[in-house]
């Protein structure tokens, strides 16, 4: 059974970057089938899908959030990581990472990621 778990500072600077990586244990992000996908969702507000990255590397960001979304992965340790430069507290809300395909997901718990001074 896959499990995706984030980790990451819960706390960021206005102006700063967000850095948060998802390991993923019971699947290989790079031979799998499923796409893997960063969706965070403010406080009162619906989910918000930020981006994508396929098995075969290739990464689609939603076009909200510009040129400030960067998807990595690490395929020795079977990781994808998100960073989102320049925050403000408005991007402050829960964070997830997910795998994705036709018919099914699965998703990680969640981490809360607040941007404040």
């Known amino acids: 059974q896959v499990q995706l778990q984030e980790s990451g500072p819960g706390l960021v600077k206005p102006s700063q970057t967000l850095s948060l990586t998802c390991t993923v244990s019971?699947?290989?992000?790079?031979?799998?089938?499923?796409?893997w996908i960063w969706i965070r969702q403010p406080p009162g507000k619906g989910l918000e899908w930020m981006g994508v990255v396929a098995s075969d590397g290739s990464t689609y960001y939603s076009p909200s959030l510009g040129s400030r979304t960067f998807i990595s992965r690490y395929t020795s340790k079977n990781q994808f990581s998100l960073q989102l430069t320049s925050v403000t507290p408005e991007e402050t809300g829960v964070y997830y990472c997910?795998?994705?395909?036709?018919?099914?997901?699965?998703w990680s718990q969640g981490t809360q990621v607040t941007v404040s001074s």
């Open positions: 019971g699947d290989s992000i790079t031979f799998s089938a499923y796409a």
């Open positions: 997910a795998r994705i395909f036709v018919g099914t997901d699965d």
